[in-house]
């Protein structure tokens, strides 16, 4: 991309697009298409077309999604698989149809199966069953990814996909019941400590281990590969370091300055029983992630605290 290159980034006002956002201006780029959902409103086809076709951009970062956590996965199924494959269809369309030199598509790591080989390399991609708590949508991302590939393929595009693991980071999702399970973590201490409550319930046994990356670090990667990376295999976004959810909410306690009990409700579901990705393929390209865990739950734990509105979601 050059300075000047006409850049459009979906999705600018969640927590990754928001990243990419940042990291743009960070590095000189000056030329940025946004457009609010009241603005645009992706699941549209016909007002994505006509977007395109007016403002033509050059490059694409299609970080729009409807995203949540266990509970919003589980309870709107349709939903997350509809909203989710209708705006990511309509954007890569309309950019193929009016000439956009480079797109790259933001996934998820829960399109890789169930029980796939740790850590998780591009390659098991559709090899065995989805995890069923967020299959609609993993098969959601997976579609966006392989339209990519097949537009590739068919038409020679130089369109590309990134698959992040676990992120969090400033302009997370906070709210009790819909977010992820770092930054709900952050809300129910925090709470539990405002309350002074003597402990705090968390889902499932805390067995399973989970990867997590500072957002900022993925905005980094996104526009490194940008500039870096064409194929039709995705990337893979993320530490290559694992932590359990017990360790995790011990952190975040000690982080948020909760000093009580943390009780496992084991009548709760686990979810995935361990998601690490295979790094290796990024770090050949020559990035990695930069920002240790506790670095960047203090600095997420900040951001909670000046966003009262992020933290009422």
């Known amino acids: 991309m050059e300075k000047d290159s006409k850049i459009y980034v979906a999705g600018h006002r969640g927590m990754v697009g928001s990243a990419i956002v940042r990291a743009l201006r960070a590095q000189g780029y ?54 989710n494959m209708m705006l990511e269809m309509n954007v890569i369309h309309s950019a193929w149809q009016n000439g956009c030199r480079k797109l ?30 967020n299959e609609a949508y993993a ?5 966006g990814l392989k339209y990519c590939e097949y537009l590739n393929r068919q038409y020679g595009t130089d369109y590309i996909s990134v698959m992040p693991t676990n992120l969090y980071g400033p302009n997370d999702n906070y709210h009790p019941r819909h977010s992820h399970v770092l930054p709900a973590l952050i809300r129910r201490f925090h709470e539990a400590r405002e309350q002074g409550l003597d402990e705090v319930v968390c889902w499932g046994d805390g067995s399973p281990l989970r990867e997590f990356l500072y957002v900022d670090d ?3 990667l996104c526009v490194f590969l940008m500039n870096n990376y ?19 909410a011990e952190l975040v306690a000690r982080t948020v300055g909760y000093e009580g009990r943390i009780v ?31 670095e960047g739950i203090r600095l997420s734990y900040e951001d909670f605290l000046h966003n009262p509105l992020r933290a009422e979601r």
């Open 139 to 143: 098969l959601a991302k997976i579609s």
């Open 264 to 294: 496992w409700d084991t009548t709760k579901p686990n979810g995935t029983p361990r998601k690490l990705l295979d790094v290796s393929k990024a770090t050949r390209l020559g990035w990695t992630a930069k920002t240790p865990l506790a």
């Open 218 to 220: 993925l905005a980094d």
């Open 104 to 133: 790259e598509f933001l996934g998820s790591s829960c399109i890789y199966p169930r029980l796939a080989p740790q850590p998780m390399p591009e390659s098991c991609l559709l090899t065995s069953s989805l995890e069923p708590t």
């Open 230 to 248: 064409s194929g039709d295999e995705t990337v893979n976004a993320g530490t290559g370091k694992e932590i359990t959810i017990k360790e995790l």
């Open 30 to 83: 000056d030329n940025i298409i946004t457009r609010t959902h009241a603005e645009l409103d992706l699941t549209d086809q016909r007002a994505v077309a006509e977007f395109f076709a007016a403002e033509r951009p050059e490059y694409v970062f299609l970080a729009a999604a409807k995203v949540g956590g266990i509970v919003a996965n589980s309870e709107h199924l349709a939903d997350f698989m509809y909203e």
